[in-house]
């Protein structure tokens, strides 16, 4: 087995398990998906797009560092940077969303109305305008949140890839390089998609009735806890 096939096996490898084990690459996508009601394909979307961002990045900087013959070490403490970045951003982003989830649910919460009728008989009616299909006007108005889960994938480095994969990858060819990252990108990406798509259709199934309208606030906290994960180094 020669050297480019192990680099090749070790990329695909990688980007499986360092994506796996690090639930900020799905949750935060599905939580997003059961509360704001995406489509499966609209969650693939998201997801892939978000996907490609948190790879490019890497890829990017790595092809400038081979490229510029910057040390591995000071690309790492570059990545570094990035990550504290990141991790912020969603950090703030889960924070701030969890806020105006809890002040939705609350201002959401059931309420009687008492109805009169003309013979003079009287009921009371309980409801909640909890359910989105209450408020279709609301889904007309474009959605950030697609884009600020962009711009925190964006920043957020795929640890792994300079220093496993690119740098061993440089003594070859510039072939093997692109060949290495291009491995590690669909491998990456494919994993966050079966990983989300699979967790979205488990959640799909779940009985939500009794806190649909807490889920936004549960989608903030679980975007807030993977951002809290990423800083304690989880």
């Not at 409801?127 to 920043?155: C, G, K, N, Q, Y």
């Amino acid at each position: 087995m020669n050297e480019l096939t192990v680099l090749c096996a070790t990329a695909a490898t990688v980007g499986i398990v360092h994506t796996v084990l690090g639930p900020d690459h799905y949750l935060p996508f599905v939580a997003m998906a059961q509360a704001r009601g995406w489509s499966t394909a609209k969650t693939a979307t998201i997801t892939g797009v978000c996907g490609i961002g948190h790879v490019l990045g890497s890829v990017v900087l790595g092809f400038l560092g081979i490229a510029l013959g910057v040390a591995v070490s000071r690309l790492e403490g570059f990545e570094a940077v990035r990550g504290d970045v990141a991790a912020w951003m969603l950090v703030a982003f889960g924070l701030a969303y969890t806020v105006w989830g809890i002040r939705r649910a609350l201002r959401n919460r059931p309420h009687t109305h008492s109805h009169l009728h003309a013979d003079g008989t009287e009921h009371d009616h309980t409801h909640s305008h909890a359910s989105d299909h209450v408020h279709p006007h609301e889904h007309a108005r474009p959605s950030i949140t697609p884009w600020i889960l962009f711009t925190v994938f964006l920043f957020g480095p795929c640890e792994p890839l300079i220093p496993i994969l690119m740098y061993p990858a440089a003594t070859l060819t510039a072939g093997a390089v692109v060949l290495v990252a291009v491995i590690f990108a669909v491998a990456t990406i494919g994993t966050m998609l079966l990983m989300v798509l699979t967790l979205n259709a488990g959640a799909q199934r779940l009985p939500t009735a009794s806190f649909e309208r807490w889920g936004h606030a549960l989608a903030g906290a679980t975007v807030l806890a993977c951002g809290v994960a990423i800083h304690m180094g989880l």
